[in-house]
Antibody, heavy 118, light 110 residues
Framework: QVQLVESGGGVVQPGGSLRLSCAVS????????IHWVRQPPGKGLEWVAI????????YYADSVKGRFTISRDNSKNTLYLQMNSLRVEDTALYYC???????????WGQGTLVTVSS | QSALTQPASVSGSPGQSITISCTGT?????????VSWYQQHPGKAPKLMIY???KRPSGVSNRFSGSKSGNTASLTISGLQAEDETDYYC??????????FGTGTQVTVL
């Protein structure tokens, strides 16, 4: 069964850092690109970043570029999101999602909540 | 990277058909065949409903269909049922190798 499980969320002060993880099982992790997508409480979805199957290519939303870094460890079947210089507006439920064959998101994890507050 | 524009809400009676629009630009929807749609129930992760503009994953009801014309994609739900009442989001790849989601539409079954 394909499964993605996020962890690492929590409460952090503005300007702080946090690292999210996404543990994958049920498919060959090293063959797929993976996304991070976030959703502020009560609001819509926002794409955050994508990393290619081998980690050689990474793309970011303008809102996080220069502050967030996406990475992966294919030996551990795990995706990461290093978040630095966090802002109040980064508060959201963060999902990881597999990039399926042609630029769509399937499946998704259940999300991990990040709260940036003083 | 502006969000794609969707109507905030769409409603219909059981058995009717409704259509949700998703308007972007030539840099995303208009220039991409990678338009997808997601259904999200409260407290749940999004679920893929349509990909590649008009393809349905296995297990998704054939009451859901997708199309695109120019810079606007559409999701049609036919034979509306109570279980369809929830939020829907479109998404598109962009010419910058990034992705963008729609603003989201709340579907209400009257």
């Amino acid at each position: 069964q394909v499964q993605l499980v996020e962890s690492g969320g929590g409460v952090v002060q503005p300007g702080g850092s946090l690292r999210l993880s996404c543990a994958v099982s049920g498919f060959t992790f090293s063959s797929y690109a993976i996304h991070w997508v976030r959703q502020p409480p009560g609001k819509g979805l926002e794409w955050v970043a994508i990393i290619s199957y081998d980690g050689s290519n990474k793309y970011y939303a303008d809102s996080v570029k220069g502050r967030f870094t996406i990475s992966r460890d294919n030996s551990k079947n795990t995706l990461y999101l290093q978040m630095n210089s966090l802002r109040v507006e980064d508060t959201a439920l963060y999902y990881c999602a597999r990039e399926a064959d042609s630029n769509y998101f399937d499946p998704w994890g259940q999300g991990t909540l990040v709260t940036v507050s003083s | 990277q502006s969000a794609l524009t969707q109507p905030a809400s769409v409603s219909g009676s059981p058995g009717q058909s409704i259509t949700i629009s998703c308007t972007g630009t030539s840099s995303d929807v208009g220039g991409s065949n990678s338009v997808s749609w997601y259904q999200q129930h409260p407290g749940k992760a999004p679920k893929l409903m349509i990909y590649d503009v008009n393809k349905r994953p296995s297990g998704v009801s054939n009451r859901f269909s997708g199309s695109k014309s120019g810079n606007t994609a559409s999701l049609t739900i036919s034979g509306l049922q109570a279980e369809d009442e929830t939020d829907y989001y479109c998404s598109s790849s962009t010419s910058s190798s990034t992705y963008v989601f729609g603003t989201g539409t709340q579907v209400t079954v009257l």
